[in-house]
Every structure is written in C-alpha cells, then in structure tokens.
C-alpha cells in the first residue's frame, strides 16, 4: 500500500513537473512572437450562416491587404462566450482567450465595465461619428471607444400581403401606424383569415425592448445604472399593449426560437415585428416568395417621441487586451470599421446589414429583393437605422429583464399594472448594486 | 491532495461568498450577502420551486420506485431482464437529450397534447410549457421518468437480499401480499428508503438541467431552480460572483439541515 502511494506521489510530482515545463516552453515562445509580429489573431463568434460567414469574407478581404496575418475563426455559442470570457477574465488568466470577440450589444457594458483594463482602447481605430448612433453607447465607457460596431438589429415588420388583403387591408395601410391599430388590424386578420397576428413567447420581451427603445427608454435611466421601471411611461404602455395583445386572442404563444421560426414559415402567423437578422430565416420557405413585404414598425400612441424605428439585438466586435491586440485593432480598422465595399459583399453575400453609415449608399443597399414582392428592403432597413433612438443599455439589462417576465406574468394574470411595475422597481433597486 | 482538490475550493467559495461586485471588482462586504437572500424575491421563488419539486416529486418517485421493484422482484413474472432494463434505461440517457425531448413532446403541439385530445380527455391543448402551473408539472413528470429506474434498482437489489422463508413464514401465518408489503418489505428495506430519500433530496436541490432545457425556468420563473438561479447570477447577468457564491452555500446548509431530518426520522435509533 505505502509503496503503491509513493508511485503515485512520485508520478504525480513528475506530471505536474512535466506541464509546467510545457507551459514555459509556450509562454516563451508566444511572447517572442509579440514582440516582432504577431502572425495569428483567433476570433470568437456565434452564428455560422451570419456572423461567422461576415468575419471569412472579412478574412478574405483582409488577405489581400495583408497576407501575413492567420485569421482563426472559432464559432462558439453565444452562451459558452458569455461563459468563457466571464470565467477566463475572473481567474485572470488571459491564455485561452481570443483576440477578437463579438458580444451582444445588450451585454457589452457588463463586461467592459465588469472587466476594465481586459479590453483594448479602440478610439484610434473607429470614427464614432462614421457609425448609426444607437450603436455607440453600447460600444463605449467614459467617451473611449471599446468597440467596433457591427451589425444593426433594426426592427421592422414583416409582413403576409395575402393575409392582409383577404382581411380589407393592403401593404399602405401598415404605414404609419400605431400598436392600438395594429391590435385592430390583427383582430380583423384573425377574423377573417384565422390566422394570428404575431407569435410571441412570455419568456422573451424583445417586443417591450423595441417598443421603449423606439421612444428612447429602457428599463434604467440614462446613467445606466438607476432602474427606471415604476414611473416609465414607455414601459407602461407598451406592457399594456402586450397584455391587450395576449388578451385579444391575436397572440400564437411559442416557447422558443425554433417554434417561433416554425409559425412563420408554417403560414400559422400574418406579422413578424422583428429585427432585420430574421430575413434569412422568412426567406428559408422558398414556397413563400413574393407573399411577404416588410412595413416600418408601428409606434406607441401615447408616449411622445416614440418613432417608427426600433432596435433589437445586433453585436459589435471588440479586442480583447491580450497579446497581438495591435494585429488584431489593425485588421478591423482596415476592414469592419472603415470598408464601405466589403459591407456591400457582406450584404449580398450574408445578408448583414452593418451600422457604418457611408455603407448605406452602395449599389448592394439599394437592390430589389423578389422574396418581397421587389421591394428594396435593405436601403428601407438602412434608412430606418438613422433614425433608431441612442438609449444607453447599461449593465443590468438581462437582471432587470428577469425581474420584467415575473411583472409581466403577474400582469398578465390580473395585478394593477401601477403596483406590478411598482414591485418590479423595488425588486430591482435591491437587486442592483 | 484531497486537501488542494476538495478543501481549498470550499474555502475559497466561501470566503467569496463574502465579496460583492460586478466581475472582477470584487470587496468585501461582511453579511451583506446573506443578508440579501431574504429579501430576493428570485431567490425565494427558486427556493420554493425547488422544494415543491421536492415535496412533491420525491415521494411519488420514491414509491413508484418501491412498487415497481417489488412487482419485478416476483418470481412468477416473466421477461423479468427486458422490464428492468425498460425501466433502468431512462437513467442512463443524457440529461440534455431527454430533456429537449420531453421539451417537444410536451409542446402546444406536441405529441402528448394530440394524445389527450384524441382520447378526448381534454378538449383544448394544454399549455404544458407556456402555464405556470403545467409546466411544473412537466419539469415532475420529466424528473420522475428519468430517476425512478435509478431509485428502483437499489431496491430491487436489497430485495434479492430478503430470504424467502421469511414471507413463506408469514404466508403460514396467514398475512396478505398487503400486509407482508408492510411489515417485512418496507422495515426491511428502511436503510436503504433513507439512503435513496437523501440521494433524492440532494438531486433535487441541485436540479438544473431539465428546467433550463424544458422550460429556461420560465414562465416568469415559476419553475426556475436553485442551480439556475446560481448560473443565471454567475453568467446570465452581470456576473456577479460572490453573491453565487452565497447562494450556492445555501444550499449546502439546506443538504445538511435535510439530511440530518432525514436521518433523526428515519435511522436507526441508537
């Protein structure tokens, strides 16, 4: 028995000798590296049919100026980045970690905030003022630039053409209007045809997200910071659109993306009010072409300033403050955050609509698109994002956003919405420190 | 070793459980996290979800399990290896795996509302994942499929142990099957009922996997768990470590507070 464990011990010892050796070995020879020229820059993103495929043509197009540099493009899901920037900048060991890395536009002040000093200073590279607005909230702290923007999550509504006209109305009818009219519009739809208006799953507010963003509130308060959900005026109307939806019988409850991506393409539902990202997924039941048409985004009725431009989603790309950041920095200042000619192939190509602004007048953006009856659908989208409201998202989005889907449950089950919101304030400013 | 694999973590967690702050900027705060618990209404739901899920789910597990083992025990039934392995099986599927599973069987449109209705048992779909109340219910159901094989087999195993003189003995003195179910299988198999309440109990506790796949904790959190609530504080919000760290020892104190009920009511008295 002892000797057995002295085996062990000694193996032990000897193992754990042997990897340190390893690791030396790695650590001198990266470091050489970045000392003359970093040849090797690793990109961390999620979505192979979109942002993925934007970095390889992106990569292509970098090849041509640059040859030297190795572009690694590593898809993860977007949850195991969250998971893996988050443990890997908390135990403060930064092997592992990629140079490039999309975040959520949603989540970035988390990190970049959570995390100061792990992500390199951009403001060099990206012209704030050659990019949509909305986008540089999110993608700055303090007036420095963290990151380079990239893909708008534009709202607008999509929209069944035969549904609508067999109910009296046409593609005309849908412009400038608001979320009062369209709940009517979705009951005469639902009489006539028997097909819902919208599809939505309770456990996901995008559609209260589009709705405050388009009258320029969010759940917290220009600092970011201060929860603003008791006394939000946008909040409370667009909560209460979401209730006189769910209760006017329009609604097509779904549970998750893929039975939401399933009512569509099913024929089940009339309108998708959504970001632009969806198209490829409208666009994936060929049998659908030319039924479909896209309608600006309807606005709140009684909160002033609402517009009819929304934002939902989109990402940007930052670098991350590890060895080869200056490749890194250089290969998006050449490409994603300058090159209005790339954002034309990655639209005809991938279907990105990006947030630089000179991008918006190529010959890609104002192309006919069959799938929608020949309507130029991307330079609508362009000319939408102009107008989208800059709100700051702050760090707490997802937190409060947990706290929202109880409110809205409890709302939705017959609670005052005075004392929901009420409850979810208080709820929040415990939460929030 | 033991020590740098098991201890050292423990302590750190704990001394984490301490701190507060968003990421990296962690300080020191005293009670303050624990202080926070009782006040965090997600929390508390968690919480009671959690031990509804318990009340609820181990008992009527742990019964079917005792049922089912005793009938397979017997010695007249026939195709006794194909039965228990039937019912073995669900153990040995991957959690993830079944669970997107019992996700799209339990959908509005899923296979188990086309069932109900065809046999018009019920006239409209059940909204089994979309209701509070369902979709508790469906988290049960999932959990009880999965683990009743697991429990079932340690009884079925003690039951190979139980001489059969004893219930040839009893059959003499003329007990039914009830009555011999009562005063020899279960006293009998008392060691190991308190050893499968408590690895049930544990499970429980730390359940994540079903209700983040069936249902992401939803709607509105009514089936949201313990453990989510931890991976939601660690990684679906700003992080926030140390007050993970905080919940995650309440349930350690809940494991030790459980398993000593359980053993004061249920072990041997010495």
Same mark, same amino acid.
């Given at each position: 028995?002892?000797?057995?464990?002295?085996?062990?011990?000694?193996?032990?010892?000897?193992?754990?000798?042997?990897?340190?050796?390893?690791?030396?070995?790695?650590?001198?020879?990266?470091?050489?590296?970045?000392?003359?020229?970093?040849?090797?820059?690793?990109?961390w993103?999620?979505?192979?049919?979109?942002?993925?495929?934007?970095?390889?043509?992106?990569?292509?197009?970098?090849?041509?100026?640059?040859?030297?540099?190795?572009?690694?493009?590593?898809?993860n899901a977007q949850a195991d980045i969250v998971q893996k920037l988050n443990t890997g900048l908390n135990s403060g060991s930064t092997k592992g970690l990629p140079?490039?890395v999309?975040i959520e536009d949603y989540r970035a002040q988390s990190f970049l905030q959570a995390y100061p000093d792990s992500f390199f200073?951009?403001?060099?590279?990206?012209?704030?003022?050659?990019?949509?607005?909305?986008?540089?909230?999110p993608t700055s702290v303090d007036?420095k630039?963290y990151g380079?923007?990239?893909?708008?999550?534009?709202?607008?509504?999509?929209?069944?053409?035969?549904?609508?006209?067999?109910?009296?109305?046409?593609?005309?009818?849908?412009?400038?209007?608001?979320?009062?009219?369209?709940?009517?519009?979705?009951?005469?739809?639902?009489?006539?045809?028997?097909?819902?208006?919208?599809?939505?799953?309770?456990n996901?507010l995008?559609?209260?997200?589009?709705?405050?963003?388009?009258?320029?509130?969010w759940y917290t308060g220009e600092d970011g910071q201060t929860p603003t959900i008791?006394?939000?005026?946008?909040?409370?109307?667009?909560?209460?659109?979401?209730?006189?939806?769910?209760?006017?019988?329009?609604?097509?409850?779904?549970?998750?993306?893929?039975?939401?991506?399933?009512?569509?393409?099913?024929?089940?539902?009339? %309108?998708?009010? @959504?970001?632009?990202?969806?198209?490829?997924?409208? $666009? *994936?039941? /060929? =049998?659908?072409?030319?039924?479909? #048409?896209?309608?600006?985004?309807?606005?709140?009725?009684?909160?002033?300033?609402?517009?009819?431009?929304?934002?939902?989603?989109?990402?940007?790309?930052y670098?991350m403050n590890v060895?080869?950041?200056?490749?890194?920095?250089?290969?998006?200042?050449?490409?994603?955050?300058?090159?209005?000619?790339?954002?034309? %192939?990655?639209? @005809?190509?991938?279907?990105?609509?990006?947030?630089? $602004? *000179?991008? /918006? =007048?190529?010959?890609?953006?104002? #192309?006919?698109?069959?799938?929608?009856?020949?309507?130029?659908?991307?330079?609508?989208?362009?000319?939408?994002?102009?107008?989208?409201?800059?709100?700051n998202y702050g760090m707490n989005t997802y937190a409060i956003e947990d706290i929202m889907v109880v409110a809205?449950?409890?709302?939705?089950?017959?609670?005052?919405?005075? %004392?929901?919101?009420?409850d979810a304030q208080k709820q929040a400013d415990t939460q929030i420190r | 070793?033991i020590s740098i694999f098991y201890f050292y973590p423990m302590i750190q967690a704990l001394i984490l459980s301490f701190k507060t702050g968003r990421g990296n900027n962690l300080h020191f705060t005293g009670f303050d996290n624990y202080i926070r618990l009782f006040s965090d209404t997600t929390f508390l739901t968690a919480v009671k979800n959690t031990f509804?899920y318990l009340?609820?789910?181990?008992?009527?597990?742990?019964?079917?399990?005792?049922?089912?083992?005793?009938?397979?025990?017997?010695?007249?039934?026939?195709?006794?290896?194909?039965?228990?392995?039937?019912?073995?099986?669900?153990?040995?599927?991957?959690?993830?795996?079944?669970?997107?599973?019992?996700?799209?069987?339990?959908?509005?449109?899923?296979?188990?509302?086309?069932?109900?209705?065809?046999?018009?048992?019920?006239?409209?779909?059940?909204?089994?994942?979309?209701?509070?109340?369902?979709?508790?219910?469906?988290?049960?159901?999932?959990?009880?499929?999965?683990?009743?094989?697991?429990?079932?087999?340690?009884?079925?195993?003690?039951?190979?142990?139980?001489?059969?003189?004893?219930?040839?003995?009893?059959?003499?003195?003329?007990?039914?099957?009830?009555?011999?179910?009562?005063?020899?299988?279960?006293?009998?198999?008392?060691?190991?009922?308190?050893?499968?309440?408590?690895?049930?109990t544990i499970g429980t506790l730390q359940l994540f996997d079903e209700v983040v796949n069936?249902?992401k904790g939803g709607?509105g959190n009514a089936t949201m768990s313990i453990s989510q609530y931890i991976y939601n504080l660690s990684f679906e919000y700003t992080p926030n470590f140390g007050y993970a760290a905080t919940v995650s020892y309440s349930i350690v104190v809940m494991v030790l507070i459980l398993t000593l009920?359980?053993?004061?009511?249920?072990?041997?008295?010495?």
């Amino acid at each position: 028995m002892k000797k057995l464990l002295s085996v062990m011990l000694a193996s032990v010892v000897l193992l754990s000798a042997c990897s340190s050796g390893g690791t030396k070995n790695d650590t001198s020879n990266s470091g050489s590296e970045g000392n003359s020229k970093p040849k090797e820059i690793t990109v961390w993103a999620w979505d192979p049919a979109f942002n993925i495929a934007a970095m390889n043509v992106a990569k292509e197009a970098y090849a041509k100026v640059n040859p030297d540099v190795t572009i690694n493009v590593v898809e993860n899901a977007q949850a195991d980045i969250v998971q893996k920037l988050n443990t890997g900048l908390n135990s403060g060991s930064t092997k592992g970690l990629p140079n490039i890395v999309l975040i959520e536009d949603y989540r970035a002040q988390s990190f970049l905030q959570a995390y100061p000093d792990s992500f390199f200073e951009l403001t060099d590279v990206v012209k704030a003022a050659d990019f949509a607005d909305y986008k540089i909230g999110p993608t700055s702290v303090d007036g420095k630039q963290y990151g380079v923007p990239f893909d708008s999550g534009v709202t607008g509504m999509y929209v069944r053409t035969d549904y609508l006209e067999q109910a009296g109305y046409s593609l005309d009818s849908l412009q400038d209007i608001d979320w009062k009219q369209y709940i009517e519009i979705g009951k005469a739809v639902k009489e006539k045809t028997g097909k819902s208006m919208i599809t939505l799953d309770p456990n996901d507010l995008g559609l209260i997200r589009v709705m405050i963003q388009s009258a320029g509130a969010w759940y917290t308060g220009e600092d970011g910071q201060t929860p603003t959900i008791a006394d939000n005026a946008a909040l409370k109307e667009a909560l209460e659109l979401y209730k006189e939806m769910m209760d006017s019988g329009i609604v097509k409850v779904n549970s998750d993306w893929s039975q939401f991506v399933g009512a569509f393409n099913s024929g089940e539902v009339a %309108t998708v009010p @959504t970001g632009n990202w969806i198209t490829p997924s409208i $666009k *994936a039941e /060929a =049998s659908q072409s030319g039924k479909w #048409a896209v309608a600006p985004l309807p606005k709140l009725a009684a909160t002033t300033g609402s517009v009819h431009a929304s934002n939902l989603g989109g990402s940007s790309w930052y670098v991350m403050n590890v060895d080869g950041k200056e490749a890194a920095a250089e290969f998006l200042s050449k490409t994603f955050a300058s090159d209005a000619e790339l954002y034309q %192939t990655l639209n @005809t190509k991938v279907g990105v609509i990006g947030t630089l $602004k *000179a991008a /918006a =007048s190529g010959e890609a953006y104002s #192309a006919a698109d069959e799938f929608f009856k020949g309507q130029k659908v991307v330079s609508d989208f362009a000319a939408w994002t102009e107008q989208i409201p800059n709100v700051n998202y702050g760090m707490n989005t997802y937190a409060i956003e947990d706290i929202m889907v109880v409110a809205v449950q409890s709302y939705l089950g017959g609670k005052d919405i005075d %004392t929901v919101l009420k409850d979810a304030q208080k709820q929040a400013d415990t939460q929030i420190r | 070793m033991i020590s740098i694999f098991y201890f050292y973590p423990m302590i750190q967690a704990l001394i984490l459980s301490f701190k507060t702050g968003r990421g990296n900027n962690l300080h020191f705060t005293g009670f303050d996290n624990y202080i926070r618990l009782f006040s965090d209404t997600t929390f508390l739901t968690a919480v009671k979800n959690t031990f509804i899920y318990l009340i609820i789910q181990v008992p009527v597990m742990l019964v079917l399990a005792l049922f089912i083992a005793v009938l397979l025990n017997d010695e007249r039934l026939k195709f006794k290896g194909f039965f228990r392995t039937a019912i073995f099986l669900p153990t040995v599927t991957s959690l993830v795996a079944y669970s997107v599973v019992f996700k799209y069987m339990f959908g509005a449109e899923g296979i188990i509302n086309k069932f109900l209705v065809n046999l018009h048992l019920i006239s409209e779909p059940i909204q089994w994942i979309t209701d509070p109340f369902w979709a508790k219910v469906t988290i049960i159901i999932a959990i009880t499929w999965r683990f009743t094989g697991y429990n079932m087999i340690f009884y079925l195993s003690s039951l190979q142990n139980v001489d059969k003189s004893i219930y040839e003995a009893a059959h003499i003195d003329g007990a039914n099957a009830f009555t011999q179910f009562f005063k020899i299988t279960v006293p009998l198999l008392k060691p190991i009922i308190l050893f499968t309440t408590i690895t049930s109990t544990i499970g429980t506790l730390q359940l994540f996997d079903e209700v983040v796949n069936i249902t992401k904790g939803g709607p509105g959190n009514a089936t949201m768990s313990i453990s989510q609530y931890i991976y939601n504080l660690s990684f679906e919000y700003t992080p926030n470590f140390g007050y993970a760290a905080t919940v995650s020892y309440s349930i350690v104190v809940m494991v030790l507070i459980l398993t000593l009920i359980q053993n004061k009511v249920g072990g041997d008295k010495r």
